[in-house]
């Protein structure tokens, strides 16, 4: 965090600062901030966020023993530190993001670009600050640091020698992206796909539309929307974009594409394509595998150039990205058993890619294999997509099909609806259980997908899978 006066932040979070020691209102405090006692670090700011599970009031002395000089706290507590009293402590957080980012950008040339898309957000949030950091200072986000905590924690990194700020703004209801892209106005705006992830908690796919359009609706005006033509529900913010008199970039597949792929190939190594910006055209070998991950690639070319680095630049630095994130197809495994660790999220659109890329990469000879759980926040769409993502595996000719969890069992009965049976579809209740059938299972040659959102915990059992055929 910049340099501020405990008063300014006081200011800041419209809190009562209680001084402890040596301090004055004058104190100047510059150390990160953070919500976790476990990683605080040395002058650094604990907010103490009440939880689900926990209250971050019991932890205020941890973090003081950790190296903490300032608490911002909902109420006092007994620990040798001064605190700022707040109403809300993630309020407060949200407030001091604003202040900070506000006096940064004022004092600097700072630019903001936020993305949103109901698949993809971090994958681009990581190729786009691949090809900026070599522009200059970036923040990005760590992992998916995209709620109403991790994105101000993340603005709160930036300092006045930071040029670029790429925030990333996931939400589970509507408001929730105004209210974060609120507080920094982004100069540039990234609109991925508008999806089924999340449709319960938004009430449909058209609610979803709404809220992702709720960051052009926060930009500053006379910036630039960076919008998927080839998504009707993203093309349609052109209209939004123009209430806020914003320039529009376009990329994807199509010819009215301003950052335009064509030939995509995917492939074990990765993923390849022709890139087309204006009249130049360019190779890009991604080692990302995925033909979904071209589209975020495209969408990361395009803010990038609109911020005008050169688009050969961008190829060169995308190439060296060798994982998008880990839990995001990440490979794993062995020449002998390679596995596919893509358990972070899931989504029908991302499980139906993710599927179709296991389909893909697999050459004659070698066996597919998806061990699939279940997709979350779908509401009451969540019966019927995961009976289509159990009828496209079997389309697909997955040959092994390994369903895990008790919320995902309709997916496993409409895969043996549709054909899947002599054990081509089996159920196991708990990963443990499909672990132990998969040591005995996979073989030489065997191609695994292991897909979910990160609440069925498939994540592990990919980690597991890797290590026990490496």
Known sequence: MIDLTLAQIADATRGRLIL????????????????????????????????????????????????????????????????????????????????????????????IVGITGSNGKTTTKNLLARILQDEGETVAPIASYNNEVGAPLTMLRV??????????????????????????????????????????????????????????????????????????????????????????????????????????????AGTSCTVTVGDESRRLELRVLGAHHVMNALAAIAAATALGVPFGDCVARLETVELA?????????????????????????????????????????????????AMSELGEYAGEEHDRIGELAVRLRIQRIVVVG???????????????????????????DAYEYLLGELREGDRVLVKSSNSAGLRFLGDRLGESFS
């Open 159 to 268: 300092t006045h020698d930071t040029r670029y700020l790429v925030s990333e703004f996931g939400a589970s209801a509507p408001g929730a992206i105004a209210n974060l892209a609120g507080l920094v106005h982004p100069d540039l705006a990234i609109v991925l796909m508008v999806g089924m992830a999340h449709a319960g908690g938004f009430g449909g796919i058209e609610a979803t539309q709404r809220a992702k359009a709720e960051l052009i609706q926060a930009m500053r005006p006379g910036g630039t929307a960076v919008l998927n033509v080839d998504d009707a529900r993203v093309a349609a913010m052109a209209d939004v974009a123009a209430e806020q008199d914003a320039a529009v970039r376009w990329f994807g597949t199509g010819p009215a594409a301003d950052v335009r792929a064509t030939d995509i190939e995917v492939h074990a």
């Open 325 to 373: 994130e880990r839990w995001r197809m990440q490979p794993l495994g062995s020449d002998r058993v390679r596995i596919i660790n893509d358990a972070y999220n899931a989504s029908p659109d991302s499980m139906g890619a993710a599927l179709r890329t296991l389909a893909q990469i697999t050459a004659p000879g070698e066996r597919t294999v998806a061990v699939l759980g």
């Open 406 to 432: 008790d919320a995902a069992r309709r997916l496993y009965l409409a895969a043996v609806a549709e054909g899947s049976w002599d054990s081509e579809a089996v159920f196991f209740p708990t990963a443990d």
């Open 20 to 111: 402890h020691g040596d301090d004055t209102a004058e104190t100047l405090v510059s150390g990160a901030v953070d919500t976790d006692s476990r990683t605080m670090t040395a002058g650094g700011v604990f907010v103490a966020k009440p939880g689900e599970q926990t209250d971050g009031h019991r932890f205020v002395a941890g973090a003081v023993r950790s190296g903490a000089v300032l608490a911002i706290v909902e109420h006092p507590v007994e620990a040798p530190v001064t605190q700022v009293v707040v109403a809300d402590a993630v309020q407060a957080l949200a407030d001091l993001a604003r202040d900070v980012v506000a006096r940064v950008r004022a004092a600097g040339r700072l630019q």
